[in-house]
T-cell receptor, first 110, second 115 residues
Framework: EDQVTQSPEALRLQEGESSSLNCSYTVSGLRGLFWYRQDPGKGPEFLFTLYSAGEEKEKERLKATLTKKESFLHITAPKPEDSATYLCAVQKIYGNKLVFGAGTILRVKS | DTEVTQTPKHLVMGMTNKKSLKCEQHMGHRAMYWYKQKAKKPPELMFVYSYEKLSINESVPSRFSPECPNSSLLNLHLHALQPEDSALYLC??????????????FGEGSRLTVL
């Protein structure tokens, strides 16, 4: 059965304290892995798409990487405005629906 | 600012009411989606429209009725809902049509409370 597991469930960081979020997946035939950011009471905001192992994408303080079993979202020198829930989702080959992980709630304190 | 607009932002309805949620996008996207999200849970897919035709229905109860009047508009008609249907309803769109894609643009959602 297709599964996406995110860890940790919640993460508290001090401003400037770098860390990583993990998304591990078991899927037969991965088309792509996607990262989203969601602020409370709002819709998710698309961040990155990763298609193949070894691929990396960067945006401001965020960097996403992909292996054959997991993806990491690295946050460098986070700021309070990076506080949000980060969701990862996988899509199988042949256009199946997205399977979302439960998310990691990130809180960055100043 | 999101380019997918949802109205209303908040809706309170009784179990016998009929109401509708509306969604509009002007990005020229050809696929539109309805998701349901409960508190502290990930979004759950309900419906997918591709080129204005319903292409995926995730076994959603008939009290939820989607409609796609044109390529920019998506409605979700609600009737005889249950309190457990209370949730954030998210509309999304994507550029690709005819094939599901994972790069979705979400609206801010409609917060529905069923009394």
């Amino acid at each position: 059965e297709d599964q996406v597991t995110q860890s940790p469930e919640a993460l508290r960081l001090q401003e400037g304290e770098s860390s990583s979020l993990n998304c591990s997946y078991t899927v037969s035939g991965l088309r792509g892995l996607f990262w989203y950011r969601q602020d409370p009471g709002k819709g998710p905001e698309f961040l990155f798409t990763l298609y193949s192992a070894g691929e990396e994408k960067e945006k401001e303080r965020l960097k996403a990487t992909l292996t054959k079993k997991e993806s990491f979202l690295h946050i460098t020198a986070p700021k309070p405005e990076d506080s949000a829930t980060y969701l990862c989702a996988v899509q199988k080959i042949y256009g199946n629906k997205l399977v979302f992980g439960a998310g990691t709630i990130l809180r960055v304190k100043s | 600012d999101t380019e997918v607009t949802q109205t209303p932002k908040h809706l309170v309805m009784g179990m016998t009411n009929k109401k509708s949620l509306k969604c509009e996008q002007h990005m020229g996207h050809r696929a539109m989606y309805w998701y349901k999200q409960k508190a502290k849970k990930p979004p759950e897919l309900m419906f997918v429209y591709s080129y204005e035709k319903l292409s995926i229905n995730e076994s959603v109860p008939s009290r939820f009725s989607p409609e796609c009047p044109n390529s920019s508009l998506l409605n979700l008609h609600l009737h005889a809902l249950q309190p457990e249907d209370s949730a954030l309803y998210l509309c999304a769109s994507s550029q690709d049509a005819g094939e599901y894609t994972g790069e979705l643009f979400f609206g801010e959602g409609s917060r529905l409370t069923v009394l």
